[in-house]
C-alpha cells in the first residue's frame, strides 16, 4: 500500500496563501485527490487530479483559489491554496484513489494520508 504524508499546513492570516504536499512512498498511476475536514463538519471534496496531471476539478466552493497539481517524478502531489479565509480552517487529507480521472466521491478513494492542520486567522 502506498503511504501518503502530507506536509505544509499551519497558521496563515485571512487573505494569504498556503502550498500543501503530500508524498506519496511510490508512484501512482491514479488519481489524486485532496479533502478537507473543519471542527464539527463532515469530510468536504476539495480537488482532485488525474493520474497524469491532464486534468483537475475543484467544487465551486474554492474554484479559482484552490490549485491541485503533481510531480509525478517525485511522487507528490501539491494544493496551492490563495485567498484563504476562516472557512477554510480545517485538516486537510490527501487520497488515492481507485480511477484514473478526477474524482469527488469518497467512495472512489482507497487510502489517505493522516492529515495537516490548516488554521486561518482573521
Known amino acids: 500500500q502506498v503511504q501518503l504524508v502530507e506536509s505544509g499546513g499551519g497558521l496563515v492570516q485571512a487573505g494569504g496563501s498556503l502550498r500543501l504536499s503530500c508524498a506519496a512512498s511510490r508512484r501512482t498511476f491514479t488519481s489524486m485527490g485532496w479533502f478537507r475536514q473543519a471542527p464539527h463538519k463532515e469530510l468536504e471534496f476539495v480537488a482532485s487530479?488525474?493520474?497524469?496531471?491532464?486534468?483537475?476539478y475543484n467544487p465551486d466552493s474554492v474554484k479559482g483559489r484552490f490549485v491541485i497539481s503533481r510531480d509525478n517524478a517525485k511522487n507528490t502531489i501539491y494544493l496551492q491554496m490563495n485567498s484563504l479565509n476562516g472557512e477554510d480552517t480545517a485538516v486537510y487529507y490527501c487520497?488515492?484513489?481507485?480511477?484514473?480521472?478526477?474524482?469527488?466521491?469518497?467512495?472512489?478513494?482507497?487510502?489517505w494520508g493522516q492529515g495537516t492542520q490548516v488554521t486561518v486567522s482573521s
Open positions: 487530479i488525474a493520474w497524469n496531471g491532464g486534468s483537475t
Open positions: 487520497a488515492e484513489a481507485r480511477t484514473g480521472r478526477p474524482t469527488s466521491t469518497y467512495s472512489d478513494y482507497i487510502n
